[in-house]
């Protein structure tokens, strides 16, 4: 089945046989010499380069054509190529491993290429890999920094008048550890804010992605290096490590 007309092409430099193993299932009950069948398959690839160097079908199917085609072959590629085609279409008794033999400088470089083509993939993976990494980072502070159920009730307190019903059920939401923002949740609301929210000396946003992509990481990573992290208010600051962060966005997502 090394046909023109079984064979795919999938991708660059990929392609796919098809119908293999049809010919065993058809005669399976039949006794058949693997050395023949082998040697089947390798006229069959010798057929193939003919009709892929030439863009012929028919190149193979006289003695007169394949001349042509070797000649062909002669002009337009490298003596390599010409030399397997015409050592295919000698019909001598061969095997797979004299056409390694014959093609193994050609493999070596092929391996080489494969292998650069493995590392290039390596390296957009470990890409992607480290944006899943901080994307996860950033859901969990988006799940733990201004919980609605605590930012409503404080909105509502500061600016409507209240039953005394509303106004406990706000105040039991703003002391629940689970949702105010004390403790483990101020110091990353405060982290929050040293990451995304810093302005320069002119009261301007910074949109330094260096800068967040570098303190996301060294979150993830839990380092030792500490940080000073200021009040909006400017009226009180914390110096934290990084490790210490990391075990309160761990803790208040738990």
């Not at 991708?11 to 009950?29: A, E, F, T, W, Y």
């Not at 050395?35 to 006229?43: H, I, N, P, R, S």
């Not at 062909?72 to 050592?87: P, T």
């Not at 009730?153 to 105040?171: A, E, I, R, T, W």
Request: proline residues 2%.
């Amino acid at each position: 089945m090394v046909d023109v007309t079984k064979i795919l092409v999938v991708g660059q430099n990929r392609i796919r046989i098809g119908s293999c193993g049809i010919v065993d299932v058809l005669l399976h009950d039949t006794q058949q010499d693997i050395g023949f069948l082998q040697q089947e398959d390798l006229a069959m690839f010798g057929r193939l380069i003919l009709i892929l160097c030439t863009g012929n079908v028919s190149s193979p199917n006289n003695q007169g054509q394949v001349q042509k085609a070797l000649d062909a072959i002669k002009r337009w590629y490298s003596l390599d190529m010409h030399a397997l085609a015409l050592f295919f279409c000698s019909k001598l008794h061969t095997t797979i491993d004299h056409v390694l033999d014959m093609v193994k400088g050609r493999i070596l470089a092929e391996q080489e290429e494969a292998l650069s083509a493995i590392d290039r993939l390596d390296h957009e993976l470990m890409g992607e890999l480290e944006n899943a990494r901080l994307v996860r980072i950033m859901a969990k502070f988006g799940f733990i920094n201004e919980r609605p159920e605590y930012v409503f009730f404080s909105l509502l307190l500061s600016k409507v008048d209240f039953s005394f019903f509303f106004l406990s059920l706000s105040h039991r939401f703003a002391r629940d550890p689970r949702w105010s923002e004390t403790g483990d949740r101020y110091i990353i609301k405060l982290f929050r804010d040293y990451v995304f929210h810093q302005v320069d000396e002119h009261g301007n946003p910074l949109l330094d992605l260096t800068h967040v992509l570098t303190c996301l990481n060294k979150l993830d990573a839990g380092t030792d290096e500490k940080v000073m992290l200021v009040a909006r208010d400017e009226q009180s600051c914390l110096v934290v490590s990084y490790k210490e962060i990391k075990a309160c966005l761990a803790s208040a997502f738990e």
